[in-house]
């Protein structure tokens, strides 16, 4: 197992076959980053000039006693957890070192699994108590301290900015992160943004692994050795190894096999991996950040998602909401959209306000993707630069998704704004037309009501037109 502290870890006792009985401990379970320090003064130097994960401290040194270097680490370093070790069994002395905010307390001579153990824990802690500070400083503030990762999005919605003081906080964390949103709402954007404020010196590397069988996923990922498979001539190494000191970004997650969500479970509790065909283990380097359409409740469902995997990658896990959530970002959005557009058809787009409002009353079901798609295609088609009104209508008109023999509750689930009792009326004309063929017979017993009912509405509206 590797565990890779952020920090180094302090070691200080006078003994120096302590010291380096602890050092050759540590390196074998992953723990190489480590100061040695044959006293408390030499400690609180260092704590003073630099920022370490977790201490183990003597109690019983010569000269200052270990409860006081404890009380000056802690001055120093407020959310330092330190681990007491000492081989007087004191239980006066472990109380008052416990009252001074040491963190655990190990009596010698202690096992490799129990001080392993106890800084495993010491390093959780150290990540929650970073994160939670740096979260609750973030939303003090208006923007991100590092926006700038963040400048691919066009927005000015506060929830959004929200998310990126989140994705702020916890983007120097190793842990795994899961974005959940619907299709569109730009969340392999968003995981490159966290990346990029995490200054990891990786790559950023993108993967969707939804339909991998079972071998495709594991050479894809993982890699293999040669000779591993039929065909297997030379080595190739996976995306994991490519990504290697930086971030794996696995796309729609929520469709992965439950074989696959084994093997990246025990992937991820271990922190290495096995190329296949390989008898030695990789070490995982990488920040894994997984993203799925699926909602929470569907990745809870222990028959096509493992509980245990579910909550191994939502270690940080949000949620983009849809941009029918966030009617203030349909405005900047579509500006941004049509300067793109501008670019490329070689002349400026006009838009018209009540274009604007009707880009605000569609539901966008495609999220931003679809509003991007929609404007760049309106552009396309605009005469003399200025694009016209029925177009638009028209084209949100097609690509609603077909109501039929739907609830009354979701006739018209795709609009944010009810139509008028004349709008409706109008509209289920127009499509019990559409679908009856121009025959209006056949329109009328569609609609429930006589032919001459109909013929007289129709009279009605092609007067009210001229």
């Known amino acids: 197992m ?9 070691l200080v006792d006078d003994e120096e076959e302590i010291l380096a009985s602890l050092r050759l401990t540590l390196a074998l379970a992953g723990i190489t980053n480590t100061i040695l320090c044959p006293d408390g003064s030499t400690a609180l130097d260092i704590a003073q000039d630099r920022e370490v994960e977790a201490a183990l401290l003597d109690v019983l040194m010569p000269g200052r006693k270990g409860d006081e270097i404890l009380e000056g680490l802690l001055n120093l370093q407020p959310d330092l957890p330190v681990i007491m070790v000492t081989g007087v069994d004191d239980v006066d002395l472990a109380v008052s070192c416990m009252r001074k905010g040491a963190y655990d307390y190990i009596r010698k001579p202690a096992d490799s699994e129990r001080i392993v153990s106890a800084l495993t824990r010491a390093f959780e802690l150290r990540t929650m108590r ?16 590092k926006s700038e990762a963040f400048h691919e999005f066009v927005t000015c919605s506060p929830a959004m900015l929200r998310i990126f003081q989140y ?10 992160v899961l974005i959940m949103g619907e299709t569109g709402v730009g969340k392999e954007l968003l995981a490159r943004a966290i990346h990029n404020a995490s200054a990891r010196k990786g790559e950023f590397v993108a993967v969707n692994v939804a339909g991998l069988d079972d071998q495709a996923f594991s050479d894809t990922l993982f890699g293999h050795v040669r000779g591993a498979f039929t065909g297997a001539d030379r080595a190739r190494g996976g ?13 729609e997650i929520g469709d992965l096999p439950l074989q696959a969500q084994i093997k990246l479970l025990r992937v991820l509790q271990e922190r290495e991996f096995f190329p296949m065909g390989a008898d030695r283990p990789k070490p995982l380097t990488a920040r894994i950040i997984s993203a799925t359409n699926r909602p929470v409740d569907e990745l809870k469902d222990a028959q096509r998602f493992r509980a245990d995997f579910y909550f191994r990658i939502a270690t940080h896990s949000l949620t983009i909401p849809p941009l029918r959530h966030r009617p203030e970002d349909i405005a900047p959005l579509t500006d941004h959209f049509l300067a793109q557009a501008a670019k490329t058809y070689g002349h400026t787009i006009e838009f018209p306000a009540r274009l604007l409002e009707l880009l605000r ?3 966008f079901p495609g999220n931003i993707r679809e509003l991007r798609a929609l404007l760049l295609d309106t552009a396309g088609r605009s005469q003399n630069g200025r694009p016209g009104l029925h177009a638009l209508a028209g084209k949100l008109s097609q690509i609603q998704p077909a109501q039929q023999s739907c609830a009354p509750d979701q006739l018209f689930s795709t609009f944010l704004r009810l139509p008028t009792l004349h709008e409706g009326s109008e509209a289920l004309v127009a499509e019990a037309m559409k679908r009856a063929g121009g025959n209006q017979r056949r329109a009328a017993l569609l609609l429930g009501i006589t032919p001459q009912a109909l013929n ?3 009279k009605r509206r092609s007067s009210s037109s001229v």
């Open 2 to 10: 590797n565990l890779y502290p952020a920090h180094p870890v302090l």
């Open 130 to 145: 970073r994160e939670r500070r740096n979260l609750s400083s973030g939303f003090l503030s208006p923007a991100p301290p």
């Open 167 to 176: 994705c702020e906080a916890i983007a120097t964390s190793p842990e795994p």
């Open 239 to 251: 995306f994991m190894e490519r990504a290697a000191g930086g971030t794996l970004f696995l796309d």
């Open 361 to 363: 009353e569609y539901a």
């Open 456 to 458: 007289s509405r129709l």
